[in-house]
Structure formats: C-alpha cells, structure tokens
C-alpha cells in the first residue's frame, strides 16, 4: 500500500490542523492505521492508531485529549485532528500502515511495514 501524507503547515501555539493520509490499493480496510512524528536527532515516536473499523484507538500520553485520530474507509484516507497545538508538537509527522494490533503501536516505529513521505507541522510559540 502506498501512502500519502497532507495538511502540514505553520500554526501558532493553541492552533488546529488536520493531517490527512491516502492510501492506494484496494485493501485500506484491512490494515490498522497510524501516525508517528520524528523531530530531529530523536527517535520517531508514536502518536496515534487506529483499528480497521476505526472502532478502537490509541493515543501516546503527549497528545491525548488534543489529537482525535479516525478514518474513512470509503475513501481510503486516515486523519489526524490536531487541537490545542503546542511548540513541542512541532515535528515531520508520518503516516503509517500495519496488520499489527493498535494497542501495540506504542512500542515504536519497528517492523511498521508501510510509511508514507512525512508533512511538517511547525508551532509557534
């Protein structure tokens, strides 16, 4: 599956952005879907999953209660609404797809088997 990620930008602390993520293929709806972000000389981390059926999702403790993930398998295309920005939000955000449960996502960016090209969202104090 092929991925590709939008909706990056500058916004200033406290703002709102939505990343979308599209997929090709015809099989979208039977991977679980996710976000990850990477700034600079860190590791990338996990942000947020999503089940197939969107039923299920899961939030890395940084970004619960701001960020709303969720997916529309109609269009083949997975969103990360992005609330109460703050300057650490500040990363290249990733898109990613799995056959790994969501609830496992948390552990890290190993054995995701497909990335799409990262958007940069970019916070202002």
């Known amino acids: 599956v092929q991925l590709q990620a939008s909706g990056g930008g500058l916004v200033q602390a406290g703002g709102s952005l939505r990343l979308s993520c599209a997929a090709s293929g015809r099989t979208f709806s039977s991977y679980v879907m996710g976000w990850f972000r990477q700034v600079p000389g860190k590791e990338r981390e996990f942000v947020a999953s999503?089940?197939?059926?969107?039923?299920?999702?899961y939030y890395s403790d940084s970004v619960k209660g701001r960020f709303t993930i969720s997916r529309d398998n109609g269009k083949n295309t997975v969103y990360l609404q992005m609330n109460s920005l703050k300057p650490e939000d500040t990363a290249v955000y990733y898109c990613?797809?799995?056959?790994?449960?969501?609830?496992?996502?948390?552990?890290?960016?190993?054995?995701?088997?497909?990335w799409g090209k990262g958007t940069l969202v970019t916070v202002s104090s």
């Open positions: 999503i089940s197939r059926s969107g039923g299920s999702t």
């Open positions: 990613a797809a799995d056959t790994k449960d969501g609830s496992l996502w948390y552990r890290g960016p190993n054995g995701i088997d497909y």
